[in-house]
């Protein structure tokens, strides 16, 4: 099991969640965050300081959010496990459930 950051994340990227990270686990894509799925201890840390409440735990992400537990493992495809997110910075791209949204918060 793992953690999910969802729709509220994306035009946001407020970051709060990279720095409590304890194992540097939430990448930054073009227009949100995603968490490696194989990265992440499930220590928790991330969720309750997530500013827009765009963080779930797995089994916890709401029902009209689910394709974004899939939008966070598949975002890892191409890069596999780089072991960090300080190592690879911005990726400059996202996956294709968030790159079709019209830009949000608006």
């Given at each position: 099991?793992?953690?999910?950051?969802?729709?509220?994340?994306?035009?946001?990227?407020?970051?709060?969640?990279?720095?409590?990270?304890?194992?540097?686990?939430?990448?930054?894509?073009?227009?949100?965050?995603?968490?490696?799925?194989?990265?992440?201890?499930?220590?928790?840390?991330?969720?309750?300081?997530?500013?827009?409440?765009?963080?779930?735990?797995?089994?916890?992400?709401?029902?009209?959010?689910?394709?974004?537990?899939?939008?966070n493992v598949e975002f890892f495809n191409e890069i596999g496990?780089?072991?960090?997110?300080?190592?690879?910075?911005?990726?400059?791209?996202?996956?294709?459930?968030?790159?079709?949204?019209?830009?949000?918060?608006?």
């Amino acid at each position: 099991m793992t953690y999910v950051i969802a729709l509220p994340c994306v035009d946001v990227k407020d970051r709060a969640c990279v720095d409590e990270c304890p194992v540097d686990c939430i990448y930054e894509g073009d227009r949100m965050l995603y968490i490696h799925p194989d990265e992440c201890v499930d220590c928790g840390a991330c969720e309750p300081v997530c500013p827009v409440e765009a963080i779930y735990y797995e089994d916890d992400l709401p029902e009209e959010w689910a394709d974004y537990y899939k939008a966070n493992v598949e975002f890892f495809n191409e890069i596999g496990s780089p072991g960090g997110a300080a190592k690879t910075g911005v990726l400059p791209f996202d996956h294709p459930v968030v790159s079709v949204l019209p830009p949000q918060g608006e």
